[in-house]
């Protein structure tokens, strides 16, 4: 049985630094909490926990703590303005792609645009995004939603939209407005992701998603490998792999999500190569 594993599978620049930023503070300092999960990933947070860093939320500001991380999806300016006020320390790790699609946000709305934003206006980088945007920015997840728009228009993307959608989006929103001024803010990493899990799994008989059952980018890389028609698993450890998944089976692809750590994905490969061993063996 061939195993082969995508070369992005695993975390992105942005989860990494955001990851390094926190345990770098937790070894000097206590009291080290995080603005919700880190990441979603339920391993990594236990990881995170036993080395004292924690996540806290808003409403209940622990008693002890002495240092705030923020984490990659960013916060609003006023969840930014409220944590510096409370005379702790706050170590921003928004990711500085979502740092820049904030400041593009500022800028455009400083300079007189509407500011239009694709994306899922629940997420919580979406969230901090609008709050600098301005009172009359708007959210569209889907071109089809914009119905009104004023002369100046400025865009800026949620990073994890697919290019294909932001240009359905420019061409209907061209016919609604005079002036349209576009920062195109998707970050890559995440486009080659799926592009590469769609090759791996166009190429295979199996497909294991290593990931966090509540990391929605893993999720889309589950969905993704079904639409393409080949059995997937969406696994989160090694403990769940299953013999008879592999019955028959000659090559399994490994992907992961952006926020799963090697060692997790390492761990999947060492058990599935005990596997391939016995299967050569029997
Ligand atoms: S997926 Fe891209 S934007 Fe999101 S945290 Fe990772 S590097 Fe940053």
Redesign the pocket.
């Known amino acids: 049985m061939k195993i082969k594993k995508a070369e992005m599978a695993g975390f ?4 990494k630094r ?1 990851i390094e930023l926190a345990l770098k503070e937790a070894q000097v300092n206590s009291g080290v909490y995080t603005l919700g999960p880190l990441i979603h990933n339920p391993q990594v947070i236990e990881r995170l926990k036993a080395k004292g860093i924690n996540p806290f939320e808003i409403s209940a500001l622990p008693s002890d703590i002495k240092t705030a991380v923020i984490r ?2 960013g916060v609003s300016r006023e969840i930014n303005e409220y944590l510096n006020s409370l005379g702790i320390k706050v170590i921003d790790a928004t ?4 740092k820049k699609a904030q400041q593009y946000a500022k800028l455009l709305h400083e300079e007189g645009y509407q500011v239009l934003i694709l994306g899922d206006a629940n997420h919580p ?1 979406v969230v901090g995004i609008k709050s600098y945007a301005g009172p009359d920015a708007i959210v569209v997840s889907e071109p089809e939603e914009i119905v009104k728009l004023r002369k100046r228009v400025g865009v800026v993307v949620q ?2 939209q697919p290019v294909e959608k932001l240009q359905r989006l420019l061409e209907r929103a061209i016919t609604l407005c005079k002036e349209l001024k576009v920062y195109n803010t998707i ?4 486009a080659q992701r799926l592009k590469e899990t769609a090759e791996l799994a166009g190429s295979v008989d199996v497909m294991l998603v290593i990931g966090g059952r509540n990391s929605a ?1 893993t999720t889309q890389l589950a969905r993704l490998c079904e639409s393409i028609g080949v059995r997937t698993y969406h696994i989160e450890t090694a403990d769940e792999l299953r013999d008879e998944w592999f019955n028959g089976v000659e090559s399994v692809g490994v992907t992961a999500g ?1 926020s799963t750590p090697d060692w997790i994905i390492e761990d999947i490969i060492n058990k599935l190569t005990g596997l391939r061993e016995e299967d050569d063996k029997g």
Request: with cysteine; glycine share 4%; net charge negative.
């Open positions: 992105c620049f942005g989860v955001a990659t999806h990711c500085p792609f979502v980088e990073t994890t970050c890559n990493s995440t980018n952006a």
